[in-house]
């Protein structure tokens, strides 16, 4: 059962360019649409998250665009930089009226900025 | 400031043999913890959560397991590894109620052979 559909699978921008990356999900009961940014052979980080009740949330260069409507959110990075260059992983997060809160993550865009 | 361990880094080992992981955190208490497994070129799988001491539960039946023998304390083990185990094995923790933030540890990358 996949609850969130990301795309690209892997995207190369050229500095200074903008960085799009987009998710579908299929449930209209999450709490958070956050993104996490991983570098290789290190774990994810969180990098930038939206609440359902606001349509944009922008922190420095990185924005998230939400779309409660058409159940999508996406991921821009303004300015792209090399230092950017990383798998980026969308995800929806159901804090499901408990202690647990479940993340189910994408299944990440490889982003590559050329220098 | 809170710290997340895991440990080993990297480990071969052959089909067959027993698997154990561990991972600890730092600073703070009662978190909620997590284990996933990263296939190559694949998303983020979680594999166990835990609330409490002693409260594993598990999201994908399989030839793992998870316990929790002390608040900050996670282990995964497997009693006899399949080839399909290998992958990057990421544990995580997050604050008890509801947090879409869950930190990361530096992951341990097991190759079954």
């Known amino acids: 059962q996949q609850q969130v559909k990301q795309s690209p699978q892997s995207l190369i921008v050229q500095k200074g360019g903008i960085s799009i990356i987009n998710c579908a999900y299929e449930n209209t009961a999450f709490d958070y649409f956050p993104w996490y940014q991983q570098f290789p052979g290190k774990g994810p980080a969180l990098l930038i998250a939206i609440r359902p009740d606001v349509s944009e949330k922008k922190e420095g260069r990185f924005t998230i665009s939400f779309n409660k409507s058409a159940k999508q959110f996406s991921l821009h990075i303004m300015d792209s930089q090399p230092g950017d260059s990383a798998t980026y992983f969308c995800?929806?997060?159901?804090?499901?009226?408990?202690?647990?809160?479940?993340?189910?993550f994408g299944q990440g865009t490889i982003l590559t900025v050329h220098p | 400031s809170q710290t997340i361990h895991q440990w080993p880094a990297t480990l071969v080992q052959p089909v067959g043999s027993p698997l154990s992981l561990e991972c600890t955190v730092e600073g703070t208490s009662n978190p909620n913890l997590y284990w996933y497994r990263q296939a190559a070129g694949r998303g983020l799988q979680l594999l166990f959560y835990?609330?409490?001491?002693?409260?594993i539960s598990s999201e994908v039946p399989q030839n793992l397991s998870a316990s929790r023998p002390q608040d900050r304390q996670f282990i995964l083990s497997s009693k006899k590894l399949l080839l399909s185990d290998s992958g990057f094995y990421l544990c995580?923790?997050?604050?008890?109620?509801?947090?879409?933030?869950?930190?990361f540890g530096p992951g341990t990358r097991l190759t079954v052979t």
């Open positions: 995800a929806v997060f159901n804090a499901g009226g408990t202690s647990y809160g479940k993340l189910t």
């Open positions: 835990s609330v409490g001491i002693g409260q």
């Open positions: 995580a923790w997050s604050v008890r109620v509801g947090a879409h933030e869950q930190y």
